[in-house]
């Protein structure tokens, strides 16, 4: 790893290590399908009360967008977390997204549009987290292998000091988490999609 990338992981355990009993310790944990949540509900449930945040207009389809959300909430019914876990969905407005993206149809999966759509997922997951008083928020996109984790704490960072709400680091992929996720999947039979859910990734 090159001396200036920062090892977001590291970043989180340094943070949840210096957690204040008192603290407000309230998240919103912006989610974007039941299979990655596994692992993040799993790890964050030993420090926070939890709001999963679904809020993904980026999903191509009201079919496939309904098939996640479900898919979420039976998992959170079914966890042992469940006492410490709240649910909110976001309205579906997928015209925001291709409003938001308009003139990056093309670009590369992992570029500029992926960014795009990083932000405004994060920033109203940020103004979720203020409307009902959450201190931190984060995503549950770290813990993907196909997603830029270091852009996504980066565009969570600008937000948190626009927002003025507290932004968690997190590199969820690490430490085994994408292969905890994979055994969760199993273990409560998740549906899990083969793409990210917008029109252009597929």
Same mark, same amino acid.
Request: hydrophobic share 30%; proline share 3%; aromatic share 12%.
């Given at each position: 790893? !090159? ?16 957690? *204040? ?13 039941? !299979?990655?949540?596994?692992?993040c509900i799993e790890y964050l449930s030993g $420090?926070?009360? #939890?709001?999963?945040?679904? $809020?993904? =207009?980026?999903? %191509? *389809? ?8 479900? /898919?979420?909430?039976? +998992?959170?019914?079914?966890?042992? $977390? ?11 407005? =997928?015209? /925001?997204?291709? *409003? ?7 670009? =590369? ?31 549950? +996109?770290?813990? %993907? !292998? ?5 852009? #996504? ?8 000091? /626009? ?5 968690? !680091?997190?590199d969820f992929k690490k430490k085994n988490g994408?292969?905890?996720? #994979?055994? +969760? %999947? ?13 029109? $252009? *990734?597929?």
């Amino acid at each position: 790893m !090159p001396e200036n990338r920062i090892n977001y992981q590291k970043e989180l355990d340094k943070l949840l290590l210096n957690l *204040s009993d008192n603290e407000n310790c309230d998240i919103m944990l912006h989610a974007c399908c039941a !299979p990655c949540s596994s692992y993040c509900i799993e790890y964050l449930s030993g $420090y926070f009360n #939890i709001t999963v945040f679904f $809020y993904n =207009p980026n999903i %191509s *389809s009201d079919a496939e967008y309904v098939k996640r959300a479900c /898919e979420l909430k039976r +998992l959170i019914n079914e966890s042992v $977390y469940k006492n410490k876990v709240t649910y909110i969905e976001a309205d579906y407005e =997928p015209d /925001e997204f291709y *409003s938001a993206v308009k003139g990056y149809e093309t670009c =590369p999966e992992g570029g500029d549009r992926c960014f795009i759509c990083y932000e405004q997922r994060l920033r109203k997951t940020a103004k979720e987290a203020v409307k009902n008083n959450c201190r931190y928020f984060c995503s549950t +996109l770290t813990i %993907s !292998p196909l997603k830029n984790a270091e852009k #996504i704490n980066e565009i969570g960072k600008k937000i948190a000091q /626009e927002e003025n709400v507290v932004w968690l !680091p997190s590199d969820f992929k690490k430490k085994n988490g994408y292969k905890r996720s #994979i055994e +969760l %999947s199993k273990e409560h039979n998740l549906y899990r999609q083969n793409y990210c859910g917008c029109i $252009y *990734s597929m």
